[in-house]
């Protein structure tokens, strides 16, 4: 799958990042960057029907799980055309219809890890995941305090400065209703993503925010 070789590729074309570098330098992005992605994403999929059998490993070079290479550039000062990291995503069933929970990685010569959870949620499944904490605190907390998902996982993101709106001021979950983002990140080392034992990783990784994403589901309404 991955190699040395895929993080070189990432520092050149952190480097060089412009169309003529990249365009005489695809073939090396399709040998070192997708093709380990498409096979790390194929030797997921019956990975995750053990235990998530709602989200998709979908090989697919174009529309699957793995991210494309071309930033958004439209409302950025940085204009630079390539992503210099490997986003891997691993959609809900029905995440094309709501903003479903989803599991991530993330590869980088900089910094690796997995990710799990809702980024950046809407606000229909803002409101329901914080009407779900504040209706089910002791759940919440369970879910977020479980032994599995706290020895590798830590939430991140952005919250709010005050409390929401609605919410009761000295509630007990109430750092976590000011959350913006729902999503645990577990770090990586650039040996884990070269070495053998990836898939298994990430499948135990995966496994351990079972407690996050199947509250996260049930909050917004659809399966686990």
Same mark, same amino acid.
């Given at each position: 799958m991955f190699t040395k070789a895929t993080? #070189? $590729?990432?520092?050149?074309? &952190? &480097?060089?990042? #412009?169309?003529t570098w990249f365009g005489t330098n695809k073939p090396r992005y399709e040998s070192l960057v997708c093709e380990p992605a498409l096979e790390f994403i194929a030797a997921m999929g019956p990975v995750l029907e053990k235990f998530a059998p709602? $989200?998709?490993? #979908?090989?697919?070079? *174009?529309?699957?799980?793995? *991210?494309?290479?071309?930033?958004?550039t439209r409302f950025s000062r940085d204009k /630079?055309?390539?992503? /210099?990291?490997? +986003?891997?995503?691993?959609? =809900?069933?029905?995440?094309?219809?709501? @903003? %479903?929970? +989803?599991?991530?990685? =993330?590869? %980088? /010569?900089?910094?690796?890890?997995?990710?799990?959870?809702?980024? @950046?949620?809407?606000?229909?499944?803002?409101?329901?995941?914080?009407?779900l904490i504040a209706a089910k605190p002791?759940?919440?907390?369970?879910?977020?305090? #479980?032994?599995?998902? &706290?020895? =590798?996982?830590?939430?991140?993101?952005?919250?709010? /400065?005050?409390?929401p709106r609605g919410y009761a001021t000295n509630h007990e979950a109430l750092e976590d209703l000011k959350r913006k983002d729902f999503i645990g990140l577990a770090p990586l080392s650039s040996a884990e993503i070269i070495g053998p034992g990836l898939t298994k990783l990430a499948g135990t990784r995966f496994a351990a925010a079972a407690p996050l994403m199947k509250f996260l589901c049930e909050a917004i309404k659809v399966p686990y």
């Amino acid at each position: 799958m991955f190699t040395k070789a895929t993080f #070189d $590729f990432l520092d050149e074309l &952190a &480097a060089n990042n #412009d169309r003529t570098w990249f365009g005489t330098n695809k073939p090396r992005y399709e040998s070192l960057v997708c093709e380990p992605a498409l096979e790390f994403i194929a030797a997921m999929g019956p990975v995750l029907e053990k235990f998530a059998p709602n $989200f998709r490993a #979908d090989p697919r070079k *174009m529309g699957g799980s793995l *991210m494309r290479v071309f930033r958004d550039t439209r409302f950025s000062r940085d204009k /630079t055309p390539y992503k /210099t990291n490997i +986003g891997i995503q691993f959609r =809900h069933s029905l995440g094309k219809d709501v @903003h %479903a929970p +989803g599991f991530y990685v =993330h590869v %980088a /010569t900089d910094e690796c890890f997995f990710g799990a959870g809702c980024w @950046h949620p809407e606000a229909i499944a803002l409101d329901r995941i914080r009407a779900l904490i504040a209706a089910k605190p002791e759940r919440w907390l369970a879910a977020r305090d #479980d032994k599995k998902f &706290a020895a =590798h996982w830590q939430l991140a993101g952005t919250s709010l /400065t005050r409390p929401p709106r609605g919410y009761a001021t000295n509630h007990e979950a109430l750092e976590d209703l000011k959350r913006k983002d729902f999503i645990g990140l577990a770090p990586l080392s650039s040996a884990e993503i070269i070495g053998p034992g990836l898939t298994k990783l990430a499948g135990t990784r995966f496994a351990a925010a079972a407690p996050l994403m199947k509250f996260l589901c049930e909050a917004i309404k659809v399966p686990y």
